[in-house]
């Protein structure tokens, strides 16, 4: 089965080509950075404009690249939501057409199943049930992943999402966007144990996460510099910071694996998915709580965890082989969640009201 998958729910234009043996013949992925960058964020209507110049040129060089015309196709695969909804708009609209002319089957993806689902492109041995750390730009969330479409949050954050604090950390210090990559240089060689920053919920029952309160302390101590900022208060700022992610991601997962352990005594996997999982300290402590754990730790290469339309494709894969096939009425939609039946976290208004992205 070849399928071809489409990206557009933020600032990343992404088609791809995935077969059902795994194989990903061709992943490109276009970033709307420079953009976006004159306005010191994503501006959604210019996300979504360039998405319109861009996708149709980047459908056809994935099609170059894997030496395949519409008519190899066995399905289309396009993102449906959550997302920035003028951007969402344009993959699922393409996604929706080229599906129509050349009569195929088609998948509405939930971007956030396309991370939940990542690892398994990259490992065939990887079985459900398996416990997810799902961490991104928009997302914060723990889940027990039972199969395609069937997940169970167990925490969420109440406020911003890790990569979110990322971003705004790495602002705040003017390593510029996206925050995450930025931070992470700028940490290395830096002290981790020179600022005193909270570790938010840390020794707290319960999987939720909360991450406004760190970046507000870091606030502080840059407020407190008599002199500013220089290289080495940088380079320990952003270690510090980042550290102090990790602390509370690790403790997070921690209680999640007590839950996927009553729920599933003999489940194998801890599994992580978004663009955090790129960061190369989370991914040490991951692994090491794995192994303390007793469970098998899957992670996505790379090119996986960050945006990108293989793992829309491959999404689409396991939703098409289930017979899970939309018809081409699917909507856009700026929020969904993976787990709908999920209770808004604490302090949370009513769900998709006052919640978090999704
Ligand atoms: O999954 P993704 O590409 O988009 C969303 O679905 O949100 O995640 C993007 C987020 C950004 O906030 C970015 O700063 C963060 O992932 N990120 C990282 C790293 N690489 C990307 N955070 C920490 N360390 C990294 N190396
Ligand atoms: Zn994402």
Redesign the pocket.
């Known amino acids: 089965m070849l399928v071809l998958g489409i990206e557009t729910s933020?600032d990343?234009t992404a088609a791809a080509l995935v077969t059902d043996k795994r194989e990903i013949c061709a992943n490109v992925v276009l970033s709307q950075l420079d953009e976006h960058a004159p306005y010191g964020g994503i501006v959604p209507e210019i996300a979504a404009r360039s998405h319109i110049e861009h996708l149709d040129g980047l459908i056809a060089r994935a099609m170059k690249d894997a030496g395949a015309t519409f008519g190899d196709l066995d399905g289309v695969a396009a993102t449906a939501g959550p997302g920035l909804i003028g951007a969402v708009m344009v993959g699922l609209m393409t996604g929706k057409a080229v599906a129509g002319v050349h009569d195929l089957p088609f998948a509405a993806v939930n971007?956030l199943e396309g991370?939940a689902l990542s690892a398994r492109l990259g490992d065939a041995d990887l079985e459900f049930p398996y416990l997810l750390l799902l961490i991104?730009?928009?997302?914060c969330q723990l889940l027990l992943v039972e199969g395609v479409a069937k997940y169970k949050r167990l925490g969420t954050t109440i406020d911003d999402?890790a990569?979110?604090a990322?971003?705004k950390a790495a602002k705040l210090l003017g390593l510029g966007y996206?925050?995450?990559?930025a931070?992470?240089r700028a940490a290395k060689g830096g002290d981790a144990a020179r600022f005193d920053l909270p570790r938010p919920l840390k020794g707290r029952k319960g999987c939720d996460f909360s991450f406004s309160g760190l970046k507000t302390a870091l606030l502080h101590k840059v407020q407190a510099l008599e002199d500013g900022l220089d290289n080495t208060l940088r380079a320990d700022l952003a270690a510090s910071f980042q550290q102090a992610v990790a602390d509370v991601v690790i403790d997070r997962c921690q209680n999640a694996i007590k839950s996927f352990r009553a729920a599933y005594p003999d489940g194998r996997f801890l599994v992580a998915g978004?663009?955090?999982v790129?960061?190369s300290l989370?991914r040490a402590r991951l692994k090491t709580l794995a192994e303390k754990s007793g469970l098998s730790l899957a992670l996505p290469p790379l090119a996986l965890?960050?945006?990108n339309a293989a793992m829309i494709a491959w999404a689409g894969i396991e939703r098409l082989s289930l017979g899970l096939e939309e018809d081409l009425n699917a909507v856009p939609r700026a929020r969904w969640p993976l787990d709908s039946t999920a209770a808004p976290p604490p302090g949370v208004g009513r769900a998709g009201k006052l919640g978090p992205k999704a």
């Open positions: 933020c990343e971007h991370h991104s730009g928009g997302h999402a990569g979110e990322f971003d996206p925050g995450g990559p931070i992470e978004g663009g955090v790129a960061n989370l965890c960050t945006d």
